[in-house]
């Protein structure tokens, strides 16, 4: 078992009707405490439990991907000719993870004033260009590299390796949290922005299945596309779709009547490429909501940082399409429409909320325990050792045999009679050089065989050269001992042998 790595933030703004009369019931959600409002961030109604232990809190249960999908990606990754793909899917979750937003160019030119007074304070006036220089050598230095990627068939390939499971797990865990509040809700269209491998469309399936009609898949990254449409078809490009009623396209529908039920942008806003463009896509995602609006980020500071943004733009926009005038509130998680209290602490700290979830079993993480329980951080995923267990239960079995034989024939636990002789008993004891050359070969090929399989295993999990080495020399040195010791047996045997 897994979690999502590093958290995800969640963030779920609802849009109702006022004839419904829902939106001030879960405004009163709020209030779970009798006496403490929910305007209060002060209070300390938790006393010492922490607050994942908050009552307004759902929790999921380990999440376990659907089997068409997971073996559909495990078909795709053994069909793919990629060198080096566990290295590949660990460089691009570390360089995902790592990612922040780009710098606007406001700040840009803000920090190059800044570096410019500071150079002039400390250098001739007279040497403008090169006092120009340096404040772009020093801005390189300093700025932040943001770079967008192009999503090819083989990047899109480990994408798919290094976050499907995981992103299937966070998106359940927000249609878990309008399910839970709202049970009696049954979608009939959703719209995934940035759909990419498609797993916000199998994670909707999956909770509202029985009445989704519509699926509409949009992503600018065609290899993206058709990767998301094998997935579908069970790892083939033929084939009927595990999830019918899906549809893919590069662009946004641009007719102003087109709304969906649910609306999700998955991971989506940290790959634009400026604030104006979040912006726009962010607008244009809520004039396409009917009823939800769903947005997840990686639990970073830069992602907390941007969904709270999205919030802010979507709860304080004056302008209301005249086709829907319906003002929006915030759903879930945070029953509220203050101010995070996390940014106004003294440091920071993004909001994150983490899902358990089962990984797919790829050829690096069969055995890999990796990841915890959302409370709980001694919990792990392997498969069960059942060829040690064999083996066991062979030695055991012989053991088993043989102590049967002793009591049923007592006569054969008798000491034979041996001649006794001045020569004393070793192990591996030969008469001639020529036989004792032959076992130690014997017993070196045996070695080698133990030495190679140990070496390929230090190099299957990536051990240091420096640790993998002496793990080696061990092992080899260890061949020697049985070769030296027949020589010894023979010195013993032929004490007069020139």
């Known amino acids: 078992m897994a979690t999502v790595r590093g958290s995800r933030y969640l963030l779920t703004i609802g849009r109702w009707r006022r004839s419904f009369g829902i939106a001030p019931q879960f405004r009163a959600l709020a209030a779970l405490v009798p006496g403490v409002s929910h305007v209060d961030n002060k209070s300390d109604f938790l006393g010492k439990r922490p607050h ?16 068409g999908l997971a073996e559909a990606a495990q078909l795709l990754l053994l069909e793919s000719s990629m060198p080096n793909m566990e290295k ?39 040497q403008t260009e090169k006092h120009h220089e340096e404040v772009l050598r020093a801005l390189r230095r300093t700025t932040y590299h943001w770079q967008e990627l192009s999503y090819n068939e083989g990047l899109s390939l480990v994408y798919m390796a290094a976050r499907l499971d995981g ?6 865990r927000a249609f878990h949290e309008i399910q839970a509040r709202l049970p009696d809700f049954q979608p009939q269209t959703l719209m995934d922005f940035g759909s990419g491998t498609g797993s916000v469309t199998w994670a909707a399936h999956s909770t509202w299945g029985q009445s989704l009609r519509e699926y509409m898949c949009v992503d600018s990254s065609a290899a993206m596309l058709e990767l998301a449409e094998k997935l579908l078809k069970g790892g083939s490009g ?140 001694d919990s792990a995923y392997m498969e069960y050792p059942y060829g040690e267990l064999v083996i066991s239960l062979g030695f055991f079995l012989v053991f088993l045999l043989e102590s049967l034989a002793l009591q049923c024939c007592p006569g054969t636990a008798e000491t034979p009679k041996v001649q006794e002789q001045e020569l004393g008993l070793a192990v591996g004891l030969q008469l001639t050089v020529a036989s004792t050359v032959q076992l130690c070969l014997a017993v070196l090929a045996h070695k080698g065989i133990v030495v190679f399989g140990v070496g390929l295993r230090l190099v299957q999990v990536n051990v240091l050269r420096r640790l993998a080495f002496p793990s080696i020399m061990n092992n080899g040195s260890m061949a020697f001992k049985p070769c030296l010791l027949s020589t010894l047996c023979v010195v013993c045997q032929h004490p007069h042998h020139p």
């Open 52 to 67: 994942r232990r908050h009552p307004g809190i759902l929790q999921l249960s380990c999440v376990r991907l659907p089997q």
């Open 88 to 126: 590949q899917v660990q460089a691009l979750t570390n360089y995902l993870w790592s990612r922040h937003l780009p710098v606007e160019p406001e700040e840009l030119q803000r920090r190059a004033v800044l570096l410019e007074k500071k150079i002039l304070e400390n250098a001739d006036s007279c």
């Open 238 to 377: 033929s084939g009927m779709p595990c999830v019918p009623g899906v549809f893919f396209r590069q662009f946004l529908p641009v007719s102003p009547k087109v709304q969906f039920d649910v609306v999700v942008a998955a991971f989506s806003l940290s790959e634009l490429p400026s604030k104006a463009d979040r912006t726009d896509v962010v607008q244009t995602l809520w004039r396409k909501t009917g009823r939800f609006l769903v947005l997840v980020e990686n639990g970073t500071k830069a992602g907390h940082s941007l969904l709270m943004d999205a919030r802010d733009l979507v709860l304080n926009r004056k302008e209301k399409s005249p086709l829907d005038p319906r003002p929006g509130f915030v759903f879930a998680p945070c029953p509220h429409e203050l101010p995070c209290p996390q940014l106004t602490a003294s440091k920071p700290l993004a909001c994150s909320f983490s899902q358990a979830y089962h990984p797919i079993p790829f050829s690096w993480n069969r055995t890999k325990s990796e990841g915890h329980s959302d409370d709980d951080a």
């Open 167 to 172: 992103g299937f797990a966070a998106v359940s």
